[in-house]
């Protein structure tokens, strides 16, 4: 990769992309990129290249070490061809939305003048732009924008960590509301409530935030999926009877494994009645706020202490997008942090404002560009037609799935998520997991996997979990004539299996 170079580029490889030569430069750039992306696709031929990964793998190494040289057409190409690309209807693994031409089009502004907001001086607009935005957002959950804040994250994980950090100095710190590892009183022993569905950044948060990923109380959840307010009455209630501290309720709108929402209006009740804080990670559900007739799932989240969305899933926004909010802006107290040389506190009170204790990050992309721009040109009415339109797909899909014999549904969508599998009469786990990557390494399609508690198996039982495939419907462009081709090729395959 760190060859000689090829001299290949089109115009002077050096050339910047901000400032007023910038566009000229780009333009002849960006017609070799487009170009170049086109004919990857064609070449890739499906929703992902045929053959295993050893192959795939063996085709990059292959190119970058050709003797000509690899230059920006023939890398794009080889990217584009290489890739699982979410717009084909038959990719469809992920929480991963094929993005809106306008947002990348904007991403490509943000790229050109790289602004960074952790100091005003290096992104005066962009600075003002999220402020803006998060104001906006923070009444789409239903709070008060005077009172709320927030801040445009790298997605869900990062919006996690940071509820169960401000969680953790909001509930066991002092009135500074900073916590040092060796100033928590371990009698306290805190604990974190989260369905047995939730995300794995929970326990991966707690375990970075110095507590371990035992204090995460896993929560069960009911047959769709949904975190049981009795069990979680329970465990809270056990929690303080064995001395230790609730912290958090992390509620989950929209679960990874099948879009399931859990009932927030109890757990804020729950929460609220242990002084514990409430998180909701609605990074998959926060779409449906853009949604009439599907907000009101949301009904309760605007009860929660924190909210994490991310628009890089139902919001057709390129990596990344997630935004994280919270209800009272003092909750960010612990992270308020003075640097001279990017916040000084007479260059504030002169009025530069600074979102440096917005954020655990520093250098930081202005990730709200995109979002900003998509909002302004399709509103909240425009994206929840998309919205709409792909949960209309997965209604249609689970439709088509219960008619056909040879195929189990798991359940009604929530959302976007259709879960089924190949009905087998030894219950078809190895079946279904090895029909995955058939259809994978062919470049047929690109199905998710999911694993859920076998429903008659005991609770806690160890392995007691069936494997499922997934379609997650997030290209609104998709026909139902489309997905019956998939199923199809679910169908084929798996009669090629035998």
């Known amino acids: ?178 916590v040092e590892l060796d100033g928590v009183d371990p009698a306290r022993r805190p604990r974190f409530f989260a369905s047995a569905a939730a995300h794995f950044s929970v326990q991966r948060s707690a375990a970075l935030l110095g507590l371990g990923e035992r204090a995460v109380v896993p929560v069960a959840v009911d047959g769709a999926g949904r975190m049981d307010p009795r069990a979680l009455a329970g465990a809270l209630a056990a929690a303080r009877a064995a001395g230790e501290t609730p912290v958090a309720v992390v509620a989950t709108a929209g679960t990874t494994e099948t879009g399931a929402i859990d009932p927030l209006p109890a757990c804020a009740e729950l929460a609220a009645e242990h002084g514990a804080w409430l998180h909701v990670d609605a990074a998959y559900g926060g779409g449906a706020l853009l949604s009439d007739r599907l907000a009101p799932l949301l009904d309760g989240v605007q009860l929660a ?99 056909q014999a040879e195929l189990e549904l798991h359940g009604e969508p929530a959302l976007t998520t259709v879960v089924f599998r190949v009905r087998r009469a030894d219950g078809g786990d190895a079946f279904n997991a090895e029909l995955r990557r058939r259809l994978l390494a062919a470049g047929r399609a690109v199905l998710g996997r999911a694993e859920l508690p076998a429903p008659d198996a005991p609770a806690g039982t160890a392995g007691a979990v069936e494997v499922w495939l997934k379609l997650t419907l997030l290209n609104p462009h998709t026909t ?9 090729e679910v169908l084929r395959a798996a009669r090629d299996l035998g």
């Open 480 to 488: 139902e004539a489309a997905l019956d081709r998939v199923l199809d």
């Open 1 to 178: 990769m760190l060859g000689q170079g090829t001299g290949s580029a089109v115009g002077d490889a050096t050339a910047l992309a901000g400032g007023t030569d910038g566009p000229a430069a780009l333009r002849p750039l960006l017609e070799t990129v487009l170009t170049a992306l086109a004919d990857g696709a064609a070449a890739r031929g499906g929703p992902v290249a045929a053959g295993e990964p050893e192959k795939q793998a063996a085709a990059v190494r292959e190119a970058i070490a050709a003797a000509a040289g690899p230059d920006l057409a023939s890398l794009t190409r080889l990217l584009a061809q290489g890739a699982a690309d979410p717009a084909d209807p038959a990719c469809a693994a992920h929480l991963h939305c094929p993005p809106l031409a306008v947002a990348v089009a904007a991403d490509l502004a943000v790229s050109a003048l790289n602004p960074s907001l952790d100091s005003w001086d290096q992104a005066p607009a962009a600075t003002v732009l999220e402020t803006e935005l998060i104001g906006e957002l923070a009444e789409l959950v239903g709070y008060r924008r005077a009172e709320a804040a927030g801040v445009v994250t790298s997605g869900g994980t990062e919006s996690n960590l940071m509820a169960l950090m401000l969680a953790r100095d909001t509930v066991l710190a002092g009135p500074d509301r900073r």
């Open 305 to 403: 202490d924190s909210v994490s969305l991310d628009w890089h899933k139902l919001g057709w926004q390129p990596v990344a997008a997630g935004v994280f909010l919270v209800r009272r802006a003092e909750s960010y107290a612990s992270l308020a942090r003075r640097a001279a040389y990017l916040n000084p506190a007479d260059d504030e009170a002169a009025g530069y404002p600074s979102l440096l204790g917005r954020s655990l990050r520093t250098t930081r992309r202005a990730d709200a560009f995109p979002i900003a721009v998509t909002l302004r040109t399709l509103g909240r009415a425009g994206l929840g037609q998309l919205v709409d339109r792909c949960h209309e797909l997965a209604r249609y899909t689970a439709g088509r799935v219960r008619e």
